[in-house]
């Protein structure tokens, strides 16, 4: 079993920054492939888990992927030593704005597909304002 626990969500303008964590407890981090979802808000109320859009993954062995709508802007990283992986999200743009999502899988090699992914936090919320 494998827990996970989002925070750092919040309100920003155009341009700003935010910060998410994700603290993973359950099982040894170190072993677990890791990615950071997303879901805009009308598909919260809607669409089931695989509508969740991939934002970036990183493999147990440090390969990190990038959509490419945040290439440049977001950097995920993951912090062994305190069983949390993080989110940095730079020049941040209204269409960022969704319910952000940690998810973790066993696999060792990941692509961006929700699909891969068996475990899954709550979610954090971005707001970004125009």
């Known amino acids: 079993q494998v827990d996970l626990v989002e925070s750092g969500g919040g309100s920003v303008q155009a341009g700003g920054s935010l910060r998410l964590s994700c603290v993973v407890s359950?099982?040894?981090?170190?072993?677990?492939?890791m990615g950071w979802f997303r879901q805009a808000p009308r598909l919260e109320r809607e669409g089931p888990k695989k509508?969740?859009?991939?934002?970036?993954?990183?493999?147990?062995?440090?390969?990190?992927k990038y959509a490419d709508s945040v290439k440049g802007r977001f950097t995920i990283s993951r912090d062994n030593a305190k069983n949390t992986l993080y989110l940095q999200m730079n020049s941040l743009k209204p269409e960022d704005a969704a319910t952000y999502y940690c998810?973790?899988?066993?696999?060792?090699?990941?692509?961006?597909?929700?699909?891969?992914?068996?475990?899954w936090g709550q979610g954090t919320q971005v707001t970004v304002s125009s």
């Open positions: 998810a973790a899988t066993y696999a060792k090699h990941v692509v961006l597909a929700a699909a891969d992914f068996g475990y």
């Open positions: 359950g099982d040894i981090y170190s072993t677990l492939s």
């Open positions: 509508e969740r859009e991939g934002v970036t993954a990183v493999d147990s062995d440090g390969t990190t």
